[in-house]
């Protein structure tokens, strides 16, 4: 572990220095391709118009014999796209993986001038990030960049779990984490088979009326996800990086989706993934604060002046706590708004009409 005052030097000679802070850029959906597969490869330049980011994927969903070509048609797709605004990452391969050193060699010395963020998967704890921010210096070094890549942990492991808040804290490379939630019930041993989203026997009933037990007896579905995803945003505000919902499975269930990705965004995460351009869309929509939120939050702000005091709004206590949860959606909605024109026009006319 570094000493807090060598936190921010640079781990090789010649490496650029790390960040001191996340750059704000929209990442509401992580949109997965396989840069391996001509279908979605040549989908690239069109889909870099309408996501925040696009990751190119060479771990779990690619076939064993079709690695090298992932990682060879990554390098390609990077060469060859304009990315304008949409942020480039790569997820690669585990690092116990046959596959993952050359990823690594290759991206960086390629293409690390393109790529944004490193996607890590199967991340244990600290060590695991230690070693690739040392590795990234090393190669940075070499490939003479001048600026540095940036590390994102999946949280698909129990001992990742455990060990969520030192991850997030583990290098000032560290951008996000995302929940892994198909891996992480397999190494917990967890009984679901789906790729997120609840299960229908993971519920809570109301009490019996009567003698009969199965009589009028309501039951609720409960999210699996909770505990992990909350544990993961505060592992992640405390260290200034940003969290993710990750994969929603059931491509088909468009209703689903969205209600797990509300719930995500509503407990503090910026994105999910999207593994089928249907799913674009809906993240783009639950991740971007409503306009109505937006026109009542700057309405709070606007009313409580300097911030402190209490004042009542349509019946609603506001007091320096409310307007800083306001000034939290104000602030996303704004830099949201300040790349998309359409988001910033219902922004004031939301706010135009609460204030008639
Ligand atoms: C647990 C985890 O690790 S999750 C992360 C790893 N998983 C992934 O990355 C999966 C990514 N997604 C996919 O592989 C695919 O979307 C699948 C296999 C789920 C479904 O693929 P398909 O059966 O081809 O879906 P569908 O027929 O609806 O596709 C429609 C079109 O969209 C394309 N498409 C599908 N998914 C994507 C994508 N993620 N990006 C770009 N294009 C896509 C298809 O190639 C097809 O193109 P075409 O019209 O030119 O034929
Ligand atoms: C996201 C991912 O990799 C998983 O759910 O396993
Ligand atoms: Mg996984």
């Known amino acids: 572990m570094r000493s ?4 921010f030097a640079p781990l090789a000679v010649g490496a650029p220095q790390p960040p001191r802070q996340i750059p704000v850029r929209p990442s509401r959906m992580i949109h997965f391709f396989d840069p391996g597969n001509e279908k979605m490869a040549a989908k690239v330049p069109d889909l870099a118009k309408k996501t925040d980011v696009l990751l190119g994927n060479l771990e779990d969903a690619v076939r064993a014999d079709r690695k090298e070509a992932a990682r060879a048609g990554l390098v390609s797709i990077a060469k060859a796209t304009d990315f304008g605004r949409t942020q480039l ?3 690669v391969n585990s690092l116990d993986s046959p596959w993952v ?3 690594l060699i290759t991206l960086v010395t390629e293409i690390g001038d393109k790529l944004d963020v490193i996607m890590i998967p199967k991340v244990e704890g600290a060590q695991d990030i230690h070693y690739v921010d040392r590795l990234l210096a090393q190669l940075e070094a070499r490939a003479g960049l001048t600026e540095p890549l940036l590390v994102h942990a999946i949280l698909e492991t129990a001992s990742g779990v455990a060990n969520v ?7 000032p490379r560290m951008q996000g984490i995302s929940l892994g939630p198909a891996d992480l019930a397999a190494s917990r041993r967890m009984k679901t088979t789906r790729v997120g989203g609840g299960h229908p026997g993971y519920l809570v009933r109301t009490d019996p009326v009567g003698e009969d037990l199965n009589e009028g007896r309501t039951t609720y579905q409960q999210d699996l996800w909770h505990y992990t995803v909350a544990r993961m945003v505060d592992a992640c505000a405390m260290n200034g990086i940003l969290p993710y919902y990750g994969p929603f499975g059931d491509i088909r269930d468009v209703v689903a989706c969205e209600d797990q990705f509300r719930n995500a965004f509503l407990l503090g995460c910026v994105g999910a993934w999207s593994l089928h351009p249907v799913q674009i869309d809906i993240a783009k929509k639950v991740f971007s604060p409503s306009p109505a939120d ?3 939050a700057r309405r709070v702000i606007a009313e409580m002046g300097d911030g402190t005091g209490a004042v009542m709004i349509d019946g609603k206590m506001q007091d320096d706590a409310s307007v ?4 939290v959606v104000v602030e996303l909605a704004d830099e949201l708004a300040a790349t998309d ?3 910033a026009a219902a922004y004031d006319a939301a706010t135009k009409e609460i204030q008639s």
């Open 4 to 7: 807090p005052k060598d936190f």
């Open 89 to 91: 990452w790569t997820r």
């Open 101 to 103: 050193l050359d990823d």
């Open 165 to 171: 808040e030192e991850i997030a804290g583990a290098s």
């Open 294 to 296: 937006v026109a009542w």
């Open 324 to 327: 800083k949860q306001c000034r």
């Open 341 to 343: 024109p359409e988001l």
